[in-house]
């Protein structure tokens, strides 16, 4: 009895019971992806509480680049999504107060086989609204020895760290989303999820996992053969100019799977493994990109395991400077932050399953959360409401 007492004082002290306990739909998780469910399922009407076993946002979705890229998303839905996110990126950041840092995307060509590529998705239907720059018309801060650069008009760029908690208040504030933190989610059952709170009930449940496993649906992660990625990030002091876009470069054309289909891409992975085998055996590719008080957030390696360390070798973030150098004119980056982050990868860019009638388990496993989360929670509001898929879905 007094173990149980003990308990029951836990509770109490960690929960009002007064609170409500019954919604239309619950979501577990207040990453990017339930946010976006959260997003979704509110703006279809129902009634939304989000458990989350976090105070605030301290995952993936606050380490990220908060880049929404469109530009070598993969063909197909994929990128279908990216677009569709874009244009729920714009009216949220407007109407939660969230400032949009930079638009479009350089994604510059150190070497001939890497323009080829660019110049070869440019032409095609992946290239729509995108051109390719040659010698003085990229411009400064581009180094000089970058051959040509494609121009994308399509990405957005936000402050994660603070785009995130804006996104939430504004749903709790402006939507009637209740948001429910330091509750940790033991079970789900049909209706019902059984939380370190206590019981809740909704007839539609999503789950957003993130990196977390094991907790949840362990048995649907291990058949997917999800694992984790570890990456590494920095933040560069400001240099002094203005980025006119976020940048990457040659290494970023063989992770992303939008350029897959190039001609000239066998071959630029060729001279990359000649060249620069180190930083493929780190999954490193550059991203670049400017805060509003002129410093970069530069990016970034992948590490797999099931458990990756936390730790961050040097040799990996001199590798991710080293590229930086060969395409910006930074000569000596001054690195004044340094983290990692951690989340979800498998075979598949995403994935929702049905583990039971009325709830659905949701994954974006391959660091895409960002860019494709907010149509991928339409797909999944949809589908759970019996709704005719959105337009995004389909093929033009």
């Given at each position: 009895?007094?173990?149980?007492?003990?308990?029951?004082?836990?509770?109490?002290?960690?929960?009002?019971?007064?609170?409500?306990?019954?919604?239309?739909?619950?979501?577990?998780?207040?990453?990017?992806?339930?946010?976006?469910?959260?997003?979704?399922?509110?703006?279809?009407?129902?009634?939304?509480?989000?458990?989350?076993?976090?105070?605030?946002?301290?995952?993936?979705?606050?380490?990220?680049?908060?880049?929404?890229?469109?530009?070598?998303?993969?063909?197909?839905?994929?990128?279908?999504?990216?677009?569709?996110?874009r244009d729920v990126w714009a009216e949220v950041a407007q109407a939660a107060g969230i400032e949009v840092v930079q638009r479009g995307l350089l994604m510059c060509a150190r070497r001939p086989e890497a323009l080829r590529c660019l110049e070869e998705l440019a032409a095609g239907p992946m290239g729509e609204g995108c051109q390719v720059l040659r010698g003085n018309a990229i411009g400064h801060p581009v180094h000089g020895d970058v051959l040509g650069a494609l121009q994308s008009p399509h990405e957005l760029r936000v402050e994660s760290r603070t785009a995130i908690p804006l996104l939430t208040a504004w749903l709790t504030q402006a939507r009637g989303v209740t948001l429910v933190p330091r509750v940790a989610v033991h079970a789900v059952g049909p209706g019902v999820v059984e939380t370190s709170a206590g019981r809740f009930g909704a007839p539609h449940i999503v789950v957003c996992p993130g990196s977390d496993l094991v907790t949840l649906f362990p048995e649907i992660t291990a058949r997917r053969?999800?694992?984790?990625?570890?990456?590494?990030?920095?933040?560069?002091?400001?240099?002094?100019?203005?980025?006119?876009?976020?940048?990457?470069?040659?290494?970023?054309?063989?992770?992303?799977?939008?350029?897959?289909?190039?001609?000239?891409?066998?071959?630029?992975?060729?001279?990359?493994?000649?060249?620069?085998?180190?930083?493929?055996?780190?999954?490193?590719?550059?991203?670049?990109?400017?805060?509003?008080?002129?410093?970069?957030?530069?990016?970034?390696?992948?590490?797999?395991?099931?458990?990756p360390d936390p730790f961050q070798p040097r040799d990996v973030d001199d590798r991710m400077l080293a590229e930086l150098r060969a395409v910006l004119d930074i000569p000596a980056p001054e690195v004044i932050e340094r983290w990692v982050g951690v989340y979800p990868s498998g075979p598949d860019v995403a994935f929702h399953e049905t583990p039971m009638p009325g709830a659905r388990l949701v994954m974006v496993t391959s660091g895409t959360g960002a860019s494709t989360g907010f149509a991928i929670a339409e797909e999944t509001i949809a589908d759970l409401l019996g709704l005719p898929a959105p337009t995004h879905t389909r093929e033009r």
């Open positions: 009895m007094a173990e149980s007492a003990a308990l029951f004082g836990h509770m109490v002290l960690c929960w009002d019971w007064g609170m409500e306990r019954e919604f239309d739909c619950l979501v577990v998780g207040a990453g990017i992806i339930g946010l976006a469910h959260a997003l979704a399922a509110a703006r279809r009407g129902l009634r939304v509480g989000v458990l989350e076993r976090e105070a605030r946002a301290i995952g993936a979705s606050v380490r990220n680049f908060g880049f929404i890229t469109v530009t070598g998303q993969q063909a197909g839905i994929t990128w279908r999504r990216s677009m569709r996110s053969q999800i694992t984790l990625c570890k990456l590494h990030m920095l933040r560069v002091a400001a240099p002094g100019w203005k980025l006119p876009a976020p940048v990457m470069s040659d290494l970023g054309l063989v992770r992303y799977l939008g350029y897959a289909g190039c001609a000239s891409l066998p071959a630029l992975r060729a001279r990359l493994e000649a060249e620069q085998a180190a930083w493929l055996a780190d999954g490193i590719h550059l991203i670049a990109v400017q805060s509003a008080d002129g410093s970069l957030v530069v990016g970034d390696s992948h590490h797999y395991a099931d458990s």
